[in-house]
């Protein structure tokens, strides 16, 4: 359905995008991931035709989007980072302009008004957007994707902004949305696409560092899981303690967490599990362990690891799809993290 | 292009532009009617042919906006990735200024009518300054839509279509005279402003315009005019279009 070949995208002398190629099925529903500047809103703009390439191409079911931008258009939906939006209109009334302007062949009423259920705008159908909170003209501004019933979803981040109540409402729609369509899902934050995408595209500094399974990733991330214990002791000492396992790497204080008691990050070397061990040494000190659990932001933070290495080869080499050429790297490494 | 053309006409009438820019068109054009009906001149003519100063000013507003405020709200994303070319999102822009520019002509209609009733006028001299009037404010609104096409903020375009608007249509050249040469000198400085006042001439569109005032129908003038806006149209497309290579 999207097929991007060899793309590249140069501002000045700044080259945002290099050599960015990938498929996409259809049907399928993909995360982009990469920290904000990576170039994944240049990549989005480029495949809906807002912006030109440098070099390379992309094809959105056959038709190449430079040659037939007006074939190609009408098969995507784009939500941009921030919504297009016309604020001196009112919700209805832009949401037909779009209509009108996309050429779509549907009855305009019945068409619309699906569109405004869907996105639960419905409510604010004749109010003006301008009068709109940030939450409300997201929406409106997802709903001007879905006019026209396109077959490829472009959406840059967008849950930005919204209250977590909404996020989860715009998540729905995005999962139900991708049983018959094809979708893009740009976003910074992990879990997000997580929530929504089976397959996971990771771009750093414009170029292309991973594309596989979320799940597959989430392995690959985490091979090292940090635990979180919540100890009552004395903090240096316990941290000293703790440092002294066998199997620990390393071992940090989060601080008081909770009254009385000590937050600690410990960090097990590859494959070991130190739980037992944990739990031994808290009690052989005669302290108390409150609770020990695996760190789940930890995904996260080896994927701001990853976003933050020096260069992108190291990323990919601590994916594994390079390999590792000496572990004294890797290490300096994982503590910049702390 | 007509949805387009039908948001863009309405945007003006649901911001205070498209009525400021009408009222002062009516206002100007009621002021110079009452003007000729007292001085019993019946010249329609010489009313349209003087609201070219009003559209001078008045026109930079209309146009200030049109395209400077879609990249500044980020909405040309929705309309450069919409199944349209760039040529009718364009066009479509320009029709609908033009458009509320020719209602400001209406009550001429109005005003020929109450001529008529009282003495014998020349029609067709109403028809070719009307004819003129309009293809001036298409020429003008291409060049103020292109300016527009260049910068994000309507404020600067407005002041840049004004300052080009004011070289074009004020007959500067002939406040200048050019000096008689004593020696060599003199020679090569009368020749630089022989020159500037005929660059001054050729960018002004008065001469021609005027010519739609006298009755003088001419095709040419009429050519001149339309290839002057679809010059710029194609410049304000050419200019859109390279701001998606940049």
Known sequence: M??????????????????????????????????????????????????????????????????????????????????????DMKVREYLNFIYDLKKVKFPKKPHI???????????VENRLIKNLSKGYRQRVGFAQALVG???????????????????????????????????????????????????????????????????????????????????ICAEKDMLEALQTIKGVKSVTSLGRKEEGSFDFLIEPETNVDIRAAVFDRVVSRGKTLLSLTNN??????????????????????????????????????????? | MTAIFKREFKSYFATPIGYTVLAAFYFFLSVFFVQIYSAGVPQISWVIMSMSTVAIFVLPVLTMRIISEDRKQKVDQALFTAPVSLTSVVLGKFLAAFAVYAIGFLPTVIFEAILMFNVTVNFMSYIY???????????????????????????????????????????????????????????????????FVWLLEKLSFMTVFQNFGENVFSIADIVYFLSITAVFIFLCVRSLERKRWA
């Not at chain 1, 170039?39 to 912006?51: D, E, P, V």
């Not at chain 1, 008004?113 to 409510?123: A, F, G, M, N, S």
């Not at chain 1, 994927?303 to 050429?325: M, Q, S, V, W, Y």
């Open chain 1, 296 to 338: 789940s932001a930890s995904l996260e933070q080896v994927f701001l690891r990853l976003t933050e290495t020096a260069d992108n080869d190291e990323a990919r080499r601590l994916l594994g799809t390079i390999e590792e050429p000496e572990k004294a790297e890797t290490q300096t490494e994982e503590k910049e993290e702390n």
């Open chain 1, 113 to 123: 008004d699906e569109i405004l259920k869907l996105v639960k705008i419905d409510h």
């Open chain 2, 129 to 195: 300054s009307l004819l003129g009037i309009l293809l001036l404010g298409a020429c003008l609104i291409s060049i103020g839509m292109f300016i527009s096409s260049l910068t994000e903020s309507s404020v600067i375009s407005a002041i840049i279509t004004l300052l080009i608007n004011i070289v074009i249509l004020f007959d500067f050249a002939k406040l200048i005279t050019v000096p008689t040469a004593e020696n060599a000198i003199g020679k090569v400085w009368a020749k630089l402003v022989e020159w």
């Open chain 1, 149 to 231: 019933n396109p077959d490829v979803l472009i959406l840059d981040e967008p849950t930005v902004g919204l209250d977590p109540k909404q996020i989860i409402e715009i998540r729905n729609l995005i999962a139900r949305l991708g049983k018959n369509h094809t979708i893009i899902l740009s976003s910074h934050i992990l879990s997000e696409i997580q929530a929504v995408c089976k397959r996971v595209i990771i771009i750093n500094r414009g170029q292309l560092i991973a594309d596989d399974t979320a799940q597959n990733l989430a392995t690959k991330l985490s091979s090292d899981h940090t635990l979180v214990a919540r100890i």
């Open chain 1, 2 to 87: 999207i097929k991007v070949t060899g793309l590249s995208k140069r501002y000045g002398t700044h080259l945002a995008v290099s050599n960015v190629s990938f498929e996409i099925a259809k049907g399928e529903v993909v995360g982009f991931l990469g920290p904000n500047g990576a170039g994944k809103s240049t990549i989005m703009n480029i495949l809906t035709g807002y912006l030109s390439t440098t070099q390379g191409s992309a094809e959105i079911d056959g038709f190449n989007i430079a040659e037939f931008p007006e074939q190609a258009k009408r098969r995507i939906g784009y939500l941009p980072e921030i919504p297009p939006l016309y604020t």
